[in-house]
């Protein structure tokens, strides 16, 4: 296919997938086509999918199809999760030319650069026993931070989940090879780094170095003023690495934990590899080195044989842990996991209530604990988004800050007093310096 025709991409689902997609578009870009801007009609479309739920792969569906009518010209490649799991399905799809599971990702762009025209559709995949590459990412979209791919796959095997089928096994690239990532990283002036991986705690099955090690190399890298680790397992939420991240000047205190349910019966029931017990001890661990620390934790609600008292369970708990935000979802049905064979199925509506309670709940907690920083000193990033006048930005605990759009404060760090808001969107900011 010839260069300097433009490609839409598309990414649905988790930051991992828009790390991959911006390097898939960097391939393209130094290739010498053009990247398109969102809407404008392409040459050829590339949409990274999502599998996690039922919706997320309807969402694929719906937009592939909406691609492929709006320009029914473009050559449409899918690769990701969806991809990778139902090949075919997509491939059933009139109008898609290519499919690409997760195994074959890093060779997107010859594949489609090699293609001469449409012509039916192509599909490139394997099994989960045979994803064993690892595909080295991040991501260059935003003029700030960039998500940095340290780890993929997964050997556990909760009962609801498809990753372990989708991504394979743990892997990883070795310490000198991430760092070296963070440096190119660097030199393109983002100040933030955010660590992500399907179990990003898992860090080093590959090359047995281990997590809170890699965490001190980043730390060394020039350049770069902040990380984050984007999600990290409770059981693998050491002491060591708690430790560190208190200590560091650079890593923030931000945590996003996963409990999935606050009733231990049903934890058993989704195979998770802790209890309520447990993962009130990791959270009394984190507060105690870092009292002020953001914690937002994943919930799925509706989980097969969740009954009202279970719910209310989870709902107890996490009201008693208050942490700072909950990431809600509804329990999706997942072909090929144990948790489809379970009886006990929760009718739509119920879950539909969870949902909107924990919702709620996570409105209420979130207020509270921006409420909290009232009157208090932050240093904050500046994004470059431009708003009603406005500009915004992340404290080192992830609280949203705006001010007036000054464009010299773009990708700078600057101390602010923060200021609650009535309308709970974001808290205002008076500029110390």
């Given at each position: 296919m010839s260069q300097g025709k433009k490609v839409g991409f598309y990414t649905l689902g988790c930051k991992m997938n828009f790390s991959e997609t911006s390097t898939i578009a960097r391939e393209f870009e130094a290739g010498g086509f053009c990247r398109a801007r969102r809407g404008e009609p392409a040459?050829?479309?590339?949409?990274?999918?999502?599998?996690?739920?039922?919706?997320?792969?309807?969402?694929?569906?719906?937009?592939?199809?909406?691609?492929?009518?709006?320009?029914?010209?473009?050559?449409?490649?899918?690769?990701?999760?969806?991809?990778?799991?139902?090949?075919?399905?997509?491939?059933?799809?009139?109008?898609?030319?290519?499919?690409?599971?997760n195994g074959d990702k890093g060779s997107l762009f010859e594949r489609i650069a090699s293609?001469?025209?449409?012509?039916?559709?192509?599909?490139?995949?394997?099994?989960?026993?045979?994803?064993?590459?690892?595909?080295?990412?991040?991501?260059?979209?935003?003029?700030?931070?960039?998500?940095?791919?340290?780890?993929?796959?997964?050997?556990?095997?909760?009962?609801?989940?498809?990753?372990?089928?989708?991504?394979g096994a743990s892997r990883n690239l070795p310490i000198a090879d991430l760092v070296a990532e963070a440096e190119r990283i660097a030199a393109g002036g983002r100040r933030e780094i955010v660590l992500t991986g399907i179990n990003t705690g898992d860090f080093g099955k590959t090359t047995g170095e281990r997590f809170v090690d890699l965490l001190r190399a980043l730390d060394g890298v020039r350049g770069i003023d902040r990380y984050r680790i984007s999600s990290i397992e409770p059981n693998l939420l050491s002491d060591e690495v708690i430790a560190f991240t208190a200590a560091s000047e650079k890593f923030q205190p931000h945590f996003h934990i996963p409990i999935q349910s606050g009733c231990d019966r049903i934890l058993g029931l989704m195979r998770r590899r802790y209890n309520t017990t447990k993962f009130a001890e990791r959270i009394g661990a984190v507060r105690r080195a870092m009292p002020d620390a953001f914690l937002g934790i994943d919930v799925i609600v509706g989980f097969p044989g969740e009954t009202d008292d279970d719910f209310a369970r989870t709902y107890d708990f996490l009201e008693r842990i208050e942490p700072a935000f909950l990431h809600v979802f509804p329990y999706s049905v997942r072909p090929g996991t144990p948790a489809a064979d379970l009886p006990g199925r929760v009718p739509a509506p119920v879950i539909e209530r969870r949902a909107a309670a924990l919702g709620e709940l996570c409105d209420r907690l979130h207020r509270a604990f921006c409420r909290s920083h009232d009157g208090?000193?932050?240093?904050?990033?500046?994004?470059?988004?431009?708003?009603?006048?406005?500009?915004?930005?992340?404290?080192?605990?992830?609280?949203?800050?705006r001010a007036p759009f000054d464009r010299s404060r773009v990708n700078t760090i600057s101390p602010v007093v923060l200021r609650a808001s009535d309308d709970g969107a974001a808290m205002d900011a008076t500029f110390l310096a």
């Open positions: 040459d050829i479309y590339v949409v990274n999918s999502c599998s996690v739920t039922e919706h997320a792969d309807k969402k694929c569906r719906n937009l592939v199809r909406r691609l492929i009518r709006e320009n029914p010209r473009a050559l449409v490649a899918v690769t990701g999760c969806y991809a990778q799991l139902r090949p075919r399905e997509l491939a059933s799809i009139e109008g898609v030319d290519l499919v690409v599971g293609m001469r025209s449409k012509g039916g559709t192509v599909v490139h995949g394997c099994e989960a026993d045979e994803l064993t590459s690892f595909f080295a990412a991040f991501s260059t979209g935003d003029r700030t931070r960039s998500f940095l791919k340290v780890q993929d796959g997964c050997d556990y095997r909760c009962s609801y989940c498809t990753i372990p089928l989708a991504r208090r000193t932050a240093s904050v990033l500046w994004e470059s988004t431009r708003r009603d006048g406005r500009m915004f930005g992340y404290s080192e605990n992830y609280i949203k800050v």
